[in-house]
């Protein structure tokens, strides 16, 4: 009996080394270049954040007008490390999860340097005055069909991964991911169609655009997050999933509720009545499938406290999962039709609400995903416990600075528009120094994220050290055989699975 399970744990370990060694190239490759674009994005935040509060900074330059950075910036942040970090992780997972060596590697390279080519031309047109003024949409029309082909290249072997796995259950983050990339095409193809396509009446445009933004945020974004959170938290922990049941509730009231989002920015425009209070009704409803999938995983880490602590994966995906609540508390907070929507509706309380979702949810379980992957896929440990922790408490510091201070600045900035009696300065007034306070906490973020794109860097020049303890914990828990360099991928135990 102990012979036939050796047996089984060496061909186990054998068949997920030779599926890291598949994906290592494609998967770096998004990983790395998505990092570096998170830098451009945070580069052109800061510089748009000083301009809300100093109009003279770098105004010799026509194409670092505010207008344009602040477009490029969340642009960059979305297609160029938001995108390429759910590929990165996404490829990967599925394969992992199909126990598929990846058979198309070269392919997806090639697809991820066309997608690469779209936002570099998209971000370079924004800043030379060619943007469609859509917001999330910005890039030039001619963009969208080749973001569209690439990524179709990239995940249709993932499709066919899932297709061909061998025959047993179908776990909850499949469920997440594979709904995620079903959703997107859907999404996109739908709203670039209506608007560049068949344009329409300009007022439905704005709705099409509104949808099209909160679609992504709740219907790609937060479903790969939540997908990733499940797979990484059983499989460093080694306990399994808290409750299926909550699982399932999570997973089909996401589906359910929340395309209906997102036309709540337009009330009171000349459209149905009930059209906007249907959009807010849904973005606050997020909060069922946000809180079941948190205290879901919430309860299966807290199991073991120490291993939170210890753990980089952990710790920066119970932050993200922390994220996830305060995300979803917001969505409550900022649409109640008959108090706070109108203040918020014109105010930077929204970019406030897009950031906690895109980086102190989104980013974090992506920041814990690639310090889980990367070791596996170079055989090789990260340099530095010194510099995840200042990635850590940096990220951590200024993105609840720049989300909050964006958030309560909005709502003073929306009180000061709604004050007819006074003049328009009043609310930019009011604004000044929520905007200050943004800027500084972007180089903050900016300064850790340096450090973190060249640590990156060096993991896919496989410079840092070989190590059969990758992920640093090689003290401590490190002998666990629950900790992450246990890797178990069998998943019976440790993630909840489908029937």
Known sequence: MSSVTTDHSVEDARLRAGIDRSLRHPVMFFLTSGAAWLAVSIVLGVISSAKVHSPGFLDSCSWLTYGRTQAAHVNALVYGWGFQAAFGVIVWMISRLSRQEC?????????????????????????????????????????????????????????????????GHVYISQWYLMAA????????????????????????????????????????????AIGTAFYLTPKVTGRPIHSYSLAKLGFWSLAIIMPWAGMQKLTGAPIPYFIPYLGATATVLFFIPAFTAAVNILRTAISDVDLVNYSPTLRFTMAGVVGLIVTAVAAVF????????????????????????????????????IYFIVPRITQREWLSRRLIIMHFF??????????????????QQGIGQEDFTQPWEVAATRAYPYAV?????????????VFFFLHLTVMWMR????????????????????????????????????H
């Open 103 to 167: 058979k198309a590697a070269g392919i997806i390279l090639t697809a991820g340097h066309v997608w690469n080519l779209g936002v570099t031309f998209g971000v370079l047109g924004i800043l030379f005055g060619d943007g469609t003024g859509m917001p999330w949409m910005e890039f030039p029309a001619y963009t969208w069909p080749v973001l569209l082909l690439s990524y179709f290249a990239i995940v249709i072997w993932s499709f066919i991964q899932f297709k061909v796995r061998p025959e």
């Open 181 to 224: 990339m079903i959703w997107f095409p859907w999404v996109f193809l739908t709203a670039n169609i209506l608007l560049h396509v068949m344009p329409g009446n300009p007022v439905m445009a704005a709705g099409i655009n509104a949808w099209y933004k909160s679609s992504l945020i709740f219907l790609f974004f937060t479903p790969v």
């Open 334 to 369: 900022l649409n109640l039709p008959n108090s706070t929507l109108k203040l918020t509706q014109f105010s930077m309380s929204g970019y406030g609400f897009e950031i906690l979702a895109l980086y102190a949810f989104f980013s974090f379980v992506m920041f814990g995903a």
């Open 394 to 411: 940096f990220s951590v510091y200024g993105i609840v600075t720049v989300a909050l201070v964006a958030i309560f600045g909005g709502l």
């Open 437 to 449: 306070a943004i800027t500084t906490s972007w180089c903050l973020i900016l300064f850790s994220n």
């Open 463 to 498: 410079l840092g050290r070989r190590s059969t303890h990758p992920t640093l914990l090689t003290s401590g828990h490190g002998n666990s055989p629950h900790g992450e360099e246990g890797d178990i991928d069998t998943l019976g135990s440790s993630t909840a699975s489908a």
